[in-house]
């Protein structure tokens, strides 16, 4: 009964029209032109359920329902900015904040560039990670440079992929465009205030003796690499700083900006099978929907397996609640 009950609110109608305010983030006024798009998030797909402009005062109204939950979007100097509203929820004086834009970094800085490293036969998968954390008032957006530059060593052996997450946001694909300089690739994705999180997936052929060799092109945060259980990394200012409890991942710290690693072993970083214990829970009592931390889901990109997704996701976690100490060049455990 209570399964049911949860089904049929999740699933319920958002009825009526939708109405609030725009606010300007960056001078705390209305926010008067902004574009506002209302689209309906259900079983049909996404389906485009109406759209205002705000007025003088920052005001808009959407006449509409929909089944399920719905997105609002609003556009601002060319940058959407996106709320969910789930069944249930008001949906009257709703306020949404947007920001004005620059194409200076400004107050948005990198928090954290994280290196996942999965060698296997001849070849090694990598998966990057960098967090930005902006605290500021004004959105980070440069079109033509990119947001983000990224080093590739050698030719892929497939596509690059590229995953960006907002604040508070879904992950969305994005693009990963080669400049003119050898081997780098910029990402547009505008930085807004709050924590945006770009991930990068590629596969490149390992050498003999195996080697894998990187560059970080941007500046500050902590570099991290990130190998699964089994395997380890050895190399000049490079160190062994934890291991993460659940997937055992063993995590090194590295100085940048250029770094190289002697790679011994292979593997895949996995989660912890818990999959008993949840069938007993399970079994036990009635269904319990879990909410991770917003740092888990920062990590929504495909390495082959969910697993790997899951121990990543731990990975993060545990960088979060660890010091980031430096390691001592030439030293290596």
Sequence with gaps: MRL???????????????????????????????????????????????????????????????????????????????????????????????????????????LEHVVLLQPGAGQVAVNETVIFRNSGKVTYDDPVNGTLRLYVPG????????????PQGMPVPRAAVKTKQPNVYKVDFPIKPGETSIELAYTVPLATPPVFAGKVLHPGGALRLVVPQGVTLSGAAVARVGEEPQSKAQIYAAQGPEYKVQIQGSGELRAADTSQGAQEEEDSGPPITQILPSAYDKLYWTLGLAGAILALGFVMLYLRGSPREAPQKGKNK
């Design 4 to 110: 049911l009950a949860l089904v049929f609110t999740v699933a319920g109608t958002l009825a009526a029209a939708i109405d609030g305010t725009v606010i300007n983030g960056t001078t705390g006024k209305p926010q008067a032109g902004a574009s506002v798009l209302l689209t309906s998030m259900g079983q049909g797909g996404m389906l485009p359920l109406g759209t205002a402009r705000t007025g003088t005062d920052g005001k808009f109204r959407i006449e509409g329902s929909a089944e399920g939950a719905v997105l609002l979007q609003v556009t601002h100097a060319g940058i959407t900015y996106s709320q969910m509203l789930m069944p249930g929820a008001p949906t009257s004086g709703i306020e949404t904040k947007v920001y004005d834009t620059s194409s200076k970094p400004g107050s948005a800085e990198v």
């Design 155 to 166: 030719e892929t052996k497939d596509e690059l992929r590229v995953m960006a997450r907002a």
